[in-house]
């Protein structure tokens, strides 16, 4: 029962065209800033090759990208994980239940270099510079930096318990995040890539609209859990994203 008057607000509420400023406008895969190899994936794409990790098949896929043909498939070992593709066209891949990182050169269906690496390899990530290696060992709580360029070992270190998803900044440093609720930031050595001096992270424990509409989501109530997704933004000044799930400790979830 409304008033003659009353305007209509789906006629004199025009649509923002997009992009407009929230979301941000989508970066353009040629930003000089934007280096992929920074954080490994399950799909990597590099000068007209789209690079897919087959875990069901124990391969490396690489696909014309403009056709979609297969241009080559190398088969890894046991359950591969994540793929990055290095400057040069370099392909490394995490082989989870193998247990090793392997790398395959541009344009090759042969593996070049492997390295036995300890239990569960899941995520990996190459420093700005293409130099050292960065990969999470799952199964033994643990993140290594390897060479690139012979995946000999640089350093060993500790975290908590299962390091998942891993992402090389800009700025040298590296950030990791942790199955259960952590992500750590370890500072590198500029001469080595070593990993050094790691820090604990905390990760949000509330949405931004929890208050308005979950008051029973409480600050103190709320764990952060399920971390799995990380990587490098360039266009927020090299801002780091992780995904994580929240969870009320009682709750089925």
């Not at 193998?98 to 300890?118: D, L, M, T, Y």
């Not at 690139?148 to 390091?163: E, F, G, H, K």
């Not at 995040?177 to 750590?184: E, L, N």
């Not at 600050?219 to 971390?227: G, S, W």
């Amino acid at each position: 029962w409304e008033p003659a008057s009353t305007p209509d607000v789906w006629t004199k509420v025009p649509m923002a065209p997009y992009p407009n400023t929230l979301p941000q406008a989508p970066v353009a895969l040629n930003n000089p800033n934007y280096m992929p190899w920074t954080a490994g994936r399950s799909l990597a794409v590099h000068d007209g090759s789209v690079f897919v990790v087959s875990t069901e098949a124990d391969a490396l896929v690489v696909l014309d990208q403009a056709t979609g043909l297969v241009q080559r498939m190398i088969h890894v070992g046991s359950r591969p994980e994540q793929v990055l593709v290095a400057p040069d066209g370099t392909a490394y891949v995490t082989v989870r239940f193998s247990g090793k990182v392997v790398s395959i050169p541009a344009g090759s269906s042969q593996i070049a270099k492997v390295a036995s690496v300890g239990t569960e390899p899941y995520g990996i990530a190459l420093s700005p510079n293409a130099k050292t290696l960065y990969v999470t060992i799952s199964g033994d709580n643990r993140v290594i930096a390897l060479r690139a360029q012979d995946l000999a070992p640089i350093s060993n270190m500790a975290v908590a318990r299962r390091p998942r998803s891993i992402a090389a900044h800009p700025d040298g440093s590296v950030y990791v995040g942790i199955q259960f609720g952590k992500a750590v930031k370890f500072n590198t050595s500029y001469l080595t890539g070593a990993l050094t001096s790691p820090v604990e992270l905390a990760l949000r424990t509330q949405n931004p609209a929890d208050l308005a509409l979950h008051e029973s989501v409480k600050l103190d109530k709320a764990l952060a859990t399920r971390v799995f997704g990380m990587t490098v933004s360039p266009a927020d000044d090299n801002r780091i994203y992780i995904s994580h799930v929240n969870v009320s400790p009682g709750s089925p979830e």
